[in-house]
């Protein structure tokens, strides 16, 4: 590891409790930000939107695909960050799409509603 300057060189004979939790709630949120892209992809799929299924399933895919083990100690920290890169953009797109609104969802129940219940959501 060898960063920040002077520190030495390897991973550490023992984990702080700082770092552990630190461990245990990155798993926890990349874990769950691959389940919503997986459960997105089934929602795009119910509504025949092929590119956004694709692009969700690939997401969670690449995501998971980078942050499992094994690692190498070279290589852990660039993994993470593009899987934080990868992730992040998948869930602005998916924000960015849900906030243009139910017609940008195309679902029955969507295409069902009011204007005005269309806006509170």
């Known amino acids: 590891m060898g960063w920040p300057v002077g520190a030495p060189e390897g991973l550490p004979g023992h984990l702080s409790v700082n770092s552990l939790l630190h461990t245990v709630f990155a798993a926890a949120a990349f ?3 691959i389940a919503a892209g997986l459960v997105f992809a089934r929602r795009f799929a119910g509504q025949g ?7 969700s399933a690939a997401t969670s895919v690449a995501t998971f695909v980078l ?3 094994p690692w190498s100690e070279d290589s852990a920290s660039l993994r993470f960050a593009a899987a934080a890169v990868i992730i992040s953009s998948w869930l602005a797109v998916v924000s960015w799409w849900l906030r243009a609104g139910p017609q940008a969802l195309s679902s029955p129940y969507c295409a069902a509603m009011s204007s005005e219940e269309a806006q509170r959501l």
């Open 31 to 33: 874990l769950s930000l």
């Open 67 to 69: 942050t499992v083990p």
């Open 49 to 55: 939107r092929r590119g956004r299924t694709v692009y």
